[in-house]
Structure formats: structure tokens, C-alpha cells
Nanobody
Framework: QVQLVESGGGLVQPGGSLRLSCAAS????????MGWYRQAPGKQRELVAHITNGITLRYADSVKGRFTISRDNAKKTVYLQMNSLKPEDTAVYYC?????????WGQGTQVTVSS
């Protein structure tokens, strides 16, 4: 089993910043991808960013240049630095870990961008 615990969400004004963290524990293999997805009310869950062991990065077009994903392999933790936040970034953000045994999800953390 794999457990993912997210933290760092909250309420922020437009133009502000937040940093999300996701710590993984349990039966984690040596090769895995970690990423962030988000789901806004009434919308489908979408990829925000992900990062592989080889440090290959992928970002949604809507967040390029504003969000940065990184990982600490020793801590089995992935981070999402979110800058220049917009109201349309409001969503529940979910951490995901992908490895050969399957996909695992965190419980989600709410990010609200509002004045």
C-alpha cells in the first residue's frame, strides 16, 4: 500500500503564491512518477504537472511559467510552487503517485484564489 498526504492549500488573493507538498509512504518502488492534478467544481480532474525519476517534467499549458514542480527523492515528497495565482486556479488539488503496481491518490487539498 501507498499513502499520500498533501498539505499547503488555503485561501490566497489573486497574484499570490502557495506551495503544496505531498509526502509518500508505504511500498514505494525505485521508479515512480509523482504529479499534481486538480478538479474544479463541475469540471473533470485535469493534470497540472508531473515529474518522473529522470526529472522529466510536464505542465498543463494553463500553468506554464507560473507553477513549478519538484521532488525530493530522499523524502519521497513532491512539491508544487504556485505563483501568480488566478481565480481560475481555484480547485481541489490531488497528489498522484504512479508506479508499476498502480496509481495512488491523496485525499486532496483545497486551493481558493479570491479577493
Amino acid at each position: 500500500q501507498v499513502q499520500l498526504v498533501e498539505s499547503g492549500g488555503g485561501l490566497v488573493q489573486p497574484g499570490g503564491s502557495l506551495r503544496l507538498s505531498c509526502a509518500a509512504s508505504g511500498n514505494i518502488f525505485s521508479i515512480y512518477t509523482m504529479g499534481w492534478y486538480r478538479q474544479a467544481p463541475g469540471k473533470q480532474r485535469e493534470l497540472v504537472a508531473h515529474i518522473t525519476n529522470g526529472i522529466t517534467l510536464r505542465y498543463a499549458d494553463s500553468v506554464k511559467g507560473r507553477f513549478t514542480i519538484s521532488r525530493d527523492n530522499a523524502k519521497k515528497t513532491v512539491y508544487l510552487q504556485m505563483n501568480s495565482l488566478k481565480p481560475e486556479d481555484t480547485a481541489v488539488y490531488y497528489c498522484q503517485l504512479q508506479q508499476s503496481s498502480g496509481d495512488y491518490w491523496g485525499q486532496g487539498t483545497q486551493v481558493t484564489v479570491s479577493s
